[in-house]
Structure formats: C-alpha cells, structure tokens
C-alpha cells in the first residue's frame, strides 16, 4: 500500500463470532472451522479488551505526520512507520513509511471536496484529516478439497488471515469522546483543587458532589467539565489530600468513565443474557488535522504552506517514560482556570524581592571535624649563645653493664655399666568396694533477682535505659523510667526527649547508650484506618537536656512544632558497660 485513500465499509456476511464465549473441548466432539474461529476470537477480544480497558488507545511509537512540498513537486502527505493501539483495542502496525499525493486525492474526490468548501467554491481552505484503521487482509492460497467439474478458482482458498492497516484521509474528524473526557476531567482538577497548608474547604463528600455536578447530563453525554472560578478553587489540607484525590479518582472509574466507553452497551453473561459486546462506533484513530488552502481549480496552492495540526491526536506514553517522567520530570505545571491551550513559557526573572525579618536562631550544630594540621614553618635564625649555666648535680649510677661470655663446657665422662633389672613383685588383690553414703539435705533455693538481659560472659552489662510510647497531646501509661518528650522545635522538626538519671554519653566512655524510636502511624478518625502519610525519624545528638531525634515527612522536609505535638513515637533506650554514677 503506498497511498491513503477513502474507504467504506461493508457488512458481513454473517454473524462475527462472539468474542465472550470460548469452545468447551469434549472427548470426540467434531470440530469445524467455526469452533475454531469462535476460539481465535475469544482470545483476540481478550486482548483487544486488556488493550482497550488497561491501556488506552492513540500512537505509541512513531507515524509522524509531514508535508512535501515545493517547486516543481506534487505536494504529497507522508507518514512514517510506526505503532498505534486504536479505540477498538486492535494493535496497529504501520511499514512501511505510506504518501499520498494531494491533488492526485482532489481530483478523485472532487464533487466531495465541492460539497465541504464555502458556497460550493475550490477557491477556500479545506480540512482533512489524517486517519489510522486496522485491516486484514487473506493470503497463502493452497488447494482445497471440492465437488468434481470445479473451476480453477474453486480449487484455491486462503489459508491465513494478515493483519494489516488503512490510512485514511477524512472530511470529519474521528468522535474520540473518550479522549476528550480524560483531558477535561485532569484540568477540571488542575484548575479546581489547590492543595496547601489551609484547612479543606469541605470533606470529601462535598468534594465528590462539586465534581459530580461539574459533568454534563445531557444524553448522550458530552465530555466537558465546567471550570471553577480562581476564587471558588476548593483547598485541600495536603495532610489528606491523598483520601481527597482518590475519591475523585474513583468517581472517575466508576462512574464518569463508562458515559463514554461504548463497550458495555450491551450485555452478555450466563443469566439469560446472551448479547454479544458491540464494538464501538469509531475503530480509526486520529493522526493530525490538515489545513489546505485550495486555488480556484481544486488544487493545492503552493504559495501556501499545508499546516499539520495535532493537538487533538491522542497519544500512548510508554511505561518506561512514565517512570523516568514521575521520578526526574518537570516539578511546575500550567493552572488557571482557563479551559484554553498549555502554559506558555517562564518567564523573565523578577527583581529581587526586600529582605524577610531575621528568623528565630536554630539550634547549635554538632562540632565539626578538626582541620588538618598546617604546614611547618622555615627555620628561624640562630640565637646568641648564652652564658655558661652552673655546674649541675652529678648524674644517676649508670645501668649495669651486660654479663660477660659463659666459659666453655668441660669433657663429657663416660658412661657407667647398666645395672641389672629386679624382678617384678606380684600383683595384690582388690579390696572390697565400701558401702554408699547417706544423701546429704537439699539446699535452700538461690535469690531470684538478677539482670536477666543474656549478653556473652565477656561482655559488660547490658540495661534497659528507658521505654515507653510518647507525645506531647497523647498519654500513654506505663512509662518506663520517666521517659518524656521535654521540648518540640518551632520548624526543624527536632524533638528533644529525656529520663530519669539521663547522662549523656561522651565518644569514650564507661558506658554507651541506644536509641531506637518508632513513628506509630495515625489513624482517619471514621474509619479507623491507618492514613497514608509517612514520618521519618533520625537520630541527631545527645545534649546535657536529652537526646535529640528529627521528624521529617517522606519528602525530607522538617514537621512543624504543631504537627510534631500531635505525633505519638514508640522508644527504647538501652544502655552497655559499667552503670553510670551522678
């Protein structure tokens, strides 16, 4: 295929398999093709439908759209090879690259492109639209079995089916409702919701209300979402606005979706229905708009260039992308409450701004490393020799001096005659084994007190310190030792805890101490359930008031004083070696 051209389609001939039934296999069940075909179209629906459901449709790789034009040349539209997922679900594979030359097209189709310019007139400028099917088509003729006196044509038939695709060139654009609805439902959000350190402007119910009168209840229903004006943008506590966004999220699964997901008009099943899934009106896929401008003959002007536009194609970003986009991508979108294009570029820097009132003085640092120590300095001129000293005290009594050689050793004797061996005395009898003794009286029990922490029989003593959960708004009881949280920073998110005979340990000590300190996870007061936001907690120092730990919320930043009152932290202090003494 190397031109785009337009088609009509025609209807079967007979009923299409139904795509939500599969064969049940039987031992000696005859087989026909339909069984076959009915199994083939069970799985392609299914994966039409995890296509279609899960994924989407639009372009996912390449088919870019361009112009060939100028002098001396027939201008001519090119689309590149490439892969697309259409709003039926089929998987769509364009190769290779596909041109159509233009006027070529204009002269064909002539009487239609009169019947959509201006009073009947050439002389205008005329859209089309660039668009995407899927296709089969049937190849690999074999011989097949036959009646007798057959023609030659009747003794061939296709033995597969290939998929392939059309390109279309179009006066009307594709109805991508779908579409539309996605990108008018995430800036209806954009422009409605502001999240920030506010109290909300209501609960989630009211929330799900506004978005739900925000959509059209026309029928059928038009993918459109009225905009909220700047002053009426609903806040959202950012301590909840995960519970607010899933809400909207799953008003948009279940309710807003399926106005335009033409799938479900039907119905199938195994309570008495038995209504295949209509396929959705538009199986095509839009690529781009083309403005022509059109001379008074019905050609392409060549003064003028052909404008692509693609603001309406839909579009497949690949997982891959999505994970590097979510992780590294822009952190500033486009707001407004304007339903009109993108944000536009940054603008120019602005002047700097006065100087902010001198903030509250942050607790002191930890000591740093000590600097390396400075070059040595050149060698300074000789002095003057001085006078002579007084004659000092006589000396300590010298070291002894070493031994001296050991002399050498005399001649050896000789060895004396071996005396003669005595005889070996007899072996006397063994006695008799005495009787056993009386079992002595059983001693009194040992004291059960005792540290009772195993630690190898080397090591030092280990101690349980202090525990217990604590906070500045909650109680809990028992507290073990008099742990308690003493003091919150303003904005550094340092909490500063302390107990009973609290020492703080140095580098090199006798003893040494362990923190451990756990966040308990807060709970939504209706339902109980524990609330997506996570705590962070690091340990910082020992001061001479207390040991210091930082909370942080999951993106680093520091939680304010009146969060970190509210916050409950489960801790252990444990200490090893000799017990301090104060």
């Known amino acids: 295929m190397t031109t785009l051209h337009e088609t009509t389609s025609s209807a079967a001939a007979t009923a299409a398999p139904d795509p939500t039934k599969h064969v049940k296999f039987t031992l000696g069940m005859i087989l026909g ?11 392609d629906g299914r994966q039409r439908w995890l296509g279609r459901d899960a994924i989407g449709y639009g372009t996912l790789n390449g088919l870019r759209v361009s112009i060939r034009q100028g002098a001396g040349l027939e201008p001519q539209v090119e689309v590149s090879c490439g892969s697309a997922i259409t ?14 030359p233009l006027n070529t097209w204009l002269k064909h189709n002539r009487d239609k492109v009169l019947a959509h310019t201006a009073a009947g007139s050439p002389a205008t400028m005329l859209p089309l639209y660039v668009v995407l099917c899927y296709d089969t088509c049937e190849t690999d003729q074999r011989p097949i079995p036959g009646q007798p006196c057959r023609t030659e044509a009747d003794t061939m038939a296709p033995t597969r089916i290939a998929d392939a695709f059309r390109l279309e060139l179009r006066f009307q654009p594709p109805m991508h409702e779908e579409e539309r609805a996605v990108r008018q439902f995430v800036r209806w959000v954009d422009d409605t919701v502001e999240i920030g350190d506010r109290p909300s402007t209501g609960t989630i119910d009211d929330f799900v209300a506004l978005l739900r009168s925000a959509t059209s209840v026309a029928s059928p229903p038009t993918p459109d979402f009225d905009s909220m004006s700047p002053h009426d943008l609903f806040v959202i506590d950012r301590f909840h606005a995960c519970a607010y966004l899933r809400a909207a999220l799953r008003v948009w699964i279940t309710e807003l979706r399926p106005r335009w997901h033409e799938e479900f008009g039907g119905c199938h099943g195994c309570a008495g229905q038995h ?9 095509c896929l839009l690529l781009a708009k083309l403005e022509i401008t059109l001379t008074h003959a019905g050609m392409v002007d060549d003064a003028v260039r052909v404008a692509i536009i693609e603001d309406e194609r839909p579009m497949l970003a690949h997982l891959r992308l999505l994970q590097e986009w979510a992780i590294c991508g822009a952190g500033e979108t486009g707001g407004g409450a304007g339903s009109g294009g993108g944000p536009g570029p940054r603008g120019p820097r602005g002047d700097k701004g006065p100087d902010g009132d001198k903030g509250v003085r942050g607790d002191k640092g930890e000591t740093g490393d000590a600097g390396s120590a400075g070059g040595k300095g050149s060698i300074g001129d000789k002095g003057p020799t001085g006078d002579k000293g007084p004659t000092g005290d006589a000396g300590a009594k010298g070291d002894k001096g070493p031994a001296g050689d050991k002399g050498l050793s005399g001649d050896k004797g000789p060895i004396g005659d071996k005396g003669l061996t005595g005889d070996k005395g007899l072996t006397g009898d063994k006695g008799l084994t005495g009787d056993k ?39 809990r009881t028992p507290v073990f030792h008099g742990l308690k949280i003493s003091s919150v920073g303003a904005t550094d998110g ?36 524990p609330t997506a936001e996570v705590f962070v907690v690091n340990f910082v120092r020992f001061d001479p008031a207390g040991f210091v730990v930082r909370v942080t919320d999951s993106t680093g930043r520091p939680m304010v004083a009146e969060r970190l009152r509210s916050i409950e932290l489960m801790v252990e202090v444990s200490q090893y070696g000799r017990f301090p003494v104060t």
């Open 494 to 529: 340092l909490v500063t805890m302390t107990y009973a005979d609290y020492r703080p340990p140095k580098t090199a000590d006798e003893f040494q101490t362990i923190v451990k300190v756990l966040p308990l996870a807060e709970r939504d007061p209706r339902t109980g359930i």
């Open 87 to 100: 709003p039926r679900g089929d998987l769509v594979r364009v190769t290779p690259a596909q041109c159509a």
């Open 33 to 43: 093709a339909d069984d076959l075909d009915q199994q083939f179209a069970f799985h």
């Open 437 to 475: 003794g009386l079992t002595g009286d059983k001693g009194p029990a040992g004291d059960a007190a005792g540290q009772f922490v195993s630690r190898p029989p080397a090591e030092p003593p280990y101690f349980i310190m202090a525990a217990g959960t604590v906070s500045q708004a909650v109680s």
């Open 275 to 283: 209504t295949p899934t209509p396929d959705v009106p538009e199986d």
